[in-house]
């Protein structure tokens, strides 16, 4: 399968597995990891899920050009734009989705890391939009950019298509850990150690809170999150939270 799926200490890790073909994304792939992210969905066993690719050399290098194409033009349509559906589905999964970026995260690749929430990174990755040396734009991906990256940075990585180093994704705020290659593994997973210890529950709400209000208008977006705290207020969790803390002890969650 091109997509490893793997559980354990309630994280789920997708990997995309073609390291051949620097783990570029083919109509299986995004299936594969579509079907993964939406497989989780109030599902309390899990706290958090993983995204990385085989190997050493890439996270995902984006298209692979030579595997998007199938019969028809209406077919390869819908196959281009399935990553639309796969972003989605990270954003609507009700999960923490951290990038371990193991290598050149690029083109549909980068769209990937951007429609995560949170990422891990080794110090020598490289992050880029090469389309326009191609002669393309990176037309769906530019959605999720735009909402993780300045416009200014977006625009300049999309315009020249130039790559871009771990540290000044960093400094923009794209990757929360930058790390020495031997230290990925310890970084990632202490990352998910600190998400997986919490409710389920309240990670959900608060996750779909957020997904929802990002494009509202603020009175709205406001008068929404008020609905969301009463949600949450009425949850087992929010009592067990409150209790643990009077009593000095760590919470026993229920995840309802």
């Known amino acids: 399968m091109p997509v490893r799926v793997e559980a354990a200490d309630r994280v789920l890790t997708l990997t995309i597995d073609r390291e051949e073909r620097r ?21 309390a066993s899990i706290g958090a ?9 890439a996270f995902c290098a984006g298209a692979d050009l030579g595997g998007m194409t199938p019969d028809g033009k209406l077919d390869a ?6 990553i639309v559906e796969v972003i989605d589905a990270m954003q609507r999964c009700g999960k ?9 995260a690029l083109a549909g690749g980068f769209g990937l890391l951007c429609g995560c929430d949170l ?21 769906i991906v530019s959605a999720a950019v735009r909402s993780r ?15 871009a180093s771990a540290a000044e994704m960093e400094r923009w705020g794209l990757l929360n850990r930058v790390v020495p290659r031997d230290q990925l593994d310890a970084a990632t997973n202490e990352l998910c150690a600190q998400l997986t210890d919490k409710s389920a529950m309240t990670m959900r709400l608060g996750k779909d809170s957020w997904v929802t209000t990002r494009s509202m208008e603020r009175r709205a977006a406001m008068e929404h999150l008020h609905a969301m705290l009463g949600l949450c207020l009425e949850t087992e969790d929010v009592v067990e939270g409150v209790t643990a ?6 919470p026993e969650w229920k995840h309802r």
């Open 23 to 43: 783990n570029a994304l083919n109509p299986e792939v995004l299936t594969g990891l579509r079907d993964g992210f939406r497989s989780v969905v109030g599902d």
């Open 49 to 57: 899920i993983v995204l990385t690719g085989a190997g050493d050399k």
């Open 77 to 82: 349509h819908f196959a281009r734009g399935a």
């Open 96 to 104: 923490p989705v951290v990038a371990r970026v193991n290598g050149a």
């Open 119 to 139: 990422a891990v990174s080794t110090d020598d990755a490289t992050f880029g939009l090469p389309e326009i040396r191609s002669g393309l734009w990176p037309f």
């Open 149 to 163: 990256l300045p416009e200014s940075i977006a625009l300049e990585l999309m315009m020249t298509g130039r790559k």
């Open 245 to 250: 803390f009077f009593q000095k002890r760590a």
